[in-house]
């Protein structure tokens, strides 16, 4: 922990990152052999990308750009690194930082909660210039914008569930931010226990910001109705899959196939 308190100090940019890494475990759950993959990293800032053609030139420019923008920010307003509340932007504020703080003003939890989120939306809708077809994963979370179906493999840490479902989006539903809160899987600031919850918005800064403050909620399979309740009450919000141990919860506009035998699982679907 003392370790943990002097890298704040030092370099807090650095820290909040480290602390949101996730596992890259989950990196080849879109399966695709249409489009070149490449990555991106840039600090603590780990993107994987699949578009038509290898932009990573490109990609990497728009990153720096965008973390500039956020870390200049956060230099003049330290709050908006630690704060796990919402707070109020000035119009002079950046677009991303301006977005990140409507999102999370929006469900109730600090800015930085939709930061991985913000980064693939906003570095993937200008490489849409550049190929009709982009993924961008960042520390499992997802923008999608694709011109065919597309199944997204459901890693949920030790839950049965895991492997054993995955998401079918349609083409024509993309853009779509597809974004993931787990309490059990990596290191990233949850309050609660959840397995993962997956949001869908057309918003990737909302989604990941939908999916930290419903995995807040969750600690037990029984909390899974709670944590419904919320997403359904999230203006921009398309759907919301819950998973706590074998019990998975639905919401919205979410169509789940089956990928493997494997598993046991009870699917409580609320409409």
Not at 14 to 27: D, L, V, W
């Amino acid at each position: 922990m003392g370790c943990a308190l002097r890298l704040a100090r030092q370099e807090p940019w650095r820290f909040i990152f480290s602390f949101m890494y996730q596992p890259k475990t989950y990196r080849h759950w879109i399966k695709d052999e249409s489009l070149v993959p490449f990555n991106v990293v840039v600090k603590e800032t780990d993107l994987y990308i699949r578009a038509s053609t290898n932009l990573r030139r490109k990609a990497h420019k728009l990153v720096l750009k965008y973390r500039s923008m956020l870390e200049e920010y956060i230099k003049r307003n330290p709050a908006f690194l630690t704060s796990l509340e919402p707070l109020t932007i000035g119009e002079d504020a950046p677009r991303i930082v301006k977005e990140m703080a409507r999102s999370t003003s929006q469900v109730g939890v600090g800015p930085m909660a939709s930061v991985a989120g913000a980064m693939a939306e906003f570095v993937g809708n200008e490489l849409l210039a550049l190929s009709p077809e982009v993924i961008i994963e960042n520390g499992g979370d997802i923008f999608l914008k694709s011109l065919k179906k597309r199944m997204i493999g459901i890693y949920a840490g030790k839950s049965s569930l895991t492997g054993r479902v995955g998401l079918e989006i349609s083409g024509k539903d993309t853009p779509l931010g597809i974004c993931t809160s787990s309490g059990t899987v990596g290191h990233s600031l949850s309050y609660g226990k959840a397995d993962a919850v997956i949001a869908l918005s057309p918003s990737a800064t909302l989604a990941d910001a939908a999916a930290t403050a419903i995995g807040n909620l969750i600690v037990q399979p029984d909390d899974i109705p709670n944590g419904i309740e919320l997403a359904k009450g999230i203006e921009g919000l398309k759907g919301v899959i819950i998973i706590k141990g074998d019990d998975m919860g639905l919401w919205g506009e979410v169509k789940i196939c089956q990928i493997s035998e494997s598993g046991q699982g009870n699917l409580n679907k609320r409409e």
